[in-house]
């Protein structure tokens, strides 16, 4: 057999410690699969003595990434310790000195992915990323190569374990946010400082690299749209039950064709990460605790649907050893994958172009004319209604309003509208409405 | 830009012409992501004059599919005339011919894949066909590539739509089989003679390639015990639900560990067609109608779904072009992709060493000692018994017994001898289990 192929781990956390041990593990398959055995060259971490699930000879640890990376004879380097410096550095560096590189960090890839892509590119090696999506779902590659002879129309994700377990909470428990996010913590799904799963920002991540591999177009995390969970409260839950729906945090990615001048087709793309109601019949509904699943609608193929765990060292070093396979493969050969493609270019459009649907559950005072006065309100931005139920609460009354769908920044308008209006007493749940046709 | 790839389509039918319209409307996006355009070079068809959904050009028809493959100039061929002959010959011309072969035969694949496989080895050319399973799906390529670093442990599929849309079907709507059917039928779900379906020689196929893949072992259509749906009746749906299930076609294969000799362990391969009960809260319990889905079980990544149309021409069209794309593209370079690998060469094991769960439903005699001489018949085959439901009707009673897991053998030698005792007016309904956890 051929002479072995020298791997280097940075990072020995919780995937990187997986990472080692399926390296040794499936040590026959890798390879038989890449076709020469698998060497683990080195471990970067930050310090020696820290305890880990794995056992790591002594020699083959170091502190010094740097030096690791650039000592010359490593062919793949597997990069897990995530954020972006010193990561970034190292993974240029990797690629400069020749190696091909596997990474799962998605906040890198989301904020600077096209300098690394063109990197990968000049130096002629492959750069994978399966894990930063989604952890063990196949979605990157399905999207990149299975779907190459498809037309990618929109990508709705739940891609982000904790916030998709507070949700689930809320929906089945009756919980409060509080309450549910407390419950997460205590089960290890959330952190001590829950902010980058509550508010949006990792899977605000996961749909700029989603989107910018849908459509082939350079989408970065200042290009998405942001909104969290945590204004999302027992009442949205309950008003989501009642229309048959429940409330997740999507990732939405879309193609928006427009009309232009001379009968000329425009296409964007619109990008963005906030709660939203779906109804329970959409297969996205049935995603419970903290699994993840990502929805693709493309012209030929239809509907498809990709569902796993998204997090956890175990399943997350699966992808990257998928990775590792292919990557060490190509690199072998001496050729690469299929990298990045930004050909199309399509432009981002802000979030007020976007054309969503809102439910809006408006407390108004129970006299005659007020149904009239609200529908004005809605007509008068533009916004079509969909459905309205009114219910009847001792001295007041309830209005719930579904919309057609039309721009957010119309619907905003009329929020905002609403809220002013004397009639109003309160606006008390709004909420985008998603997978549901017109 | 390079030369023009040129492509010869055998099959002008359903998926044929919806890859010919493809390779149109998409000509950009592949030119762009293969880095050469696609030339679609002919089309091969049974009659010149026959109506087809899409235009194409009379000078690139032709009637001589073997003429067109061995002409000597074409770099790709994509065969989707299905069945063994004249397929198998021509897909064996085309690659001795040089060109490499997107296929979505899997009658011809789980008849003699290893005789293809080995001809793409021996040409130096690919072999793709990620349309022969689940139609739109990526599955094969998930298979192959993303879990290739870890241990696929089962493989439970609805691959077959028809089948679950007549199951679906009794299962909503209480209809019976020959109903359910007809219905199918007339909603263009089942051909006219539905037994491929029906009968499960169309999932067994899937089945074949899956475990072939899963496994990386040799496995053909003859080595997958089969049984279809005909027998299912309305009576089964009623006692699925009542237990919280559905009953649902799957393709199942599992790996087998057997501690052997010296604490050796021996890995084997079950591969079955059958009904089952699954849990109403398993994921695939959700496929409605006539979508599939392919659930996926491995040692680090855990639980995967994958779900989508299982058929029509478009759905598989995308299939047939992302192979399109990937195989295109390592034509130009002169390298290969992941072929097949059966590195494992695991053994097959028959069905009746499978082991399973049975759920019986028995129509007793209501006196005393009956619970105890069905009891004693289970325990006389080794078959531990899970949960027994027992309910008064009339003047006899009905015993629902879920079993544990026992080898399929034992299960069926227990079923034989309850069907000969005195107490025992009848079996009513014996089904497998899948989807529960022991």
């Known amino acids: 057999m051929s002479n072995p192929l020298k791997v280097a781990v940075l990072g020995c956390g919780s995937v990187g410690s997986q990472v080692v041990r399926l390296l040794r593990a499936q040590a026959d398959d890798l390879a038989a699969r890449i076709g020469a055995p698998v060497e683990l060259a080195g471990v970067a971490v930050r310090r020696l003595d820290a305890p880990r699930e794995v056992d790591v000879p002594a020699e083959l640890l170091t502190t010094d990434a740097m030096g690791l990376v650039c000592r010359g004879d490593i062919d793949v380097v597997v990069e897990v310790i995530g954020g972006i410096e010193p990561a970034r550095s190292l993974i240029l560096a990797a690629l400069e000195n020749g190696a091909s590189v596997v990474t799962a960090n998605k906040a890198l890839l989301a904020e600077d992915g096209p300098t690394l892509y063109e990197a990968a590119d000049k130096a002629g090696r492959d750069l994978y990323y399966e894990a930063a999506v989604a952890g063990a779902i196949p979605i990157l590659r399905p999207l990149r190569e ?19 377990f507070i949700l689930d909470r809320m929906d089945t428990a009756g ?6 996010l407390e419950e997460a913590q205590a089960l290890g799904y959330a952190e001590a400082d829950p902010t980058a799963d509550v508010e949006g920002f990792d899977a605000a991540a996961k749909a700029a690299i989603l989107a910018s591999l849908a459509f082939h177009s350079r989408v970065t995390a200042a290009d998405v749209h942001r909104e969290g969970i945590s204004e999302v409260t027992a009442g949205d839950a309950r008003s989501a039950r009642d229309m048959g729906s429940v409330i997740k945090l999507l990732a939405i990615a879309e193609l928006r064709t427009t009309e232009g001048e001379g009968g000329h087709r425009d296409e964007a793309v619109c990008v963005r990460v906030h709660p939203a109601m779906i109804p329970r019949s959409h297969p996205l509904a049935s995603v419970r605790e903290a699994y993840n699943a990502v929805f693709v609608e493309s012209e030929a193929a239809g509907q498809l649907m990709f569902y796993g765990p998204g997090a956890g060292g175990a399943p997350t070093a699966s992808a990257v050893l998928g990775d590792l396979v292919t990557v060490a493969r190509n690199h072998r050969q001496g050729t ?14 802000p979030m007020g172009e976007a054309r969503t649907r809102y439910h809006v559950a408006i407390d108004v005072d129970d006299r005659a004319g007020v149904l009239a006065a609200v529908a004005t309100a809605f007509a008068g931005h533009g916004v079509s209604i969909q459905t309205v139920r009114q219910e ?29 209006m004397d009639i109003v007493r309160d606006v008390t749940s709004v909420m985008r409405v998603e997978g549901t046709e017109e």
């Open 336 to 349: 690469r994958g299929v990298g990045e493609s930004a050909y199309a270019d399509r432009t981002v459009v």
């Open 175 to 180: 919980s409060g946010f509080d309450e549910a």
């Open 146 to 164: 299975s779907l190459a002879g498809d037309k990618v129309t929109r990508v709705l994700g739940i891609v982000n374990g904790t916030t998709n």
């Open 392 to 420: 009847g609460r001792d001295d007041d009354a309830q209005l719930v309003v579904v919309s057609h769908e039309a721009t957010d920044a119309q619907l905003a308008a009329t929020v905002e509208e609403l809220r002013g």
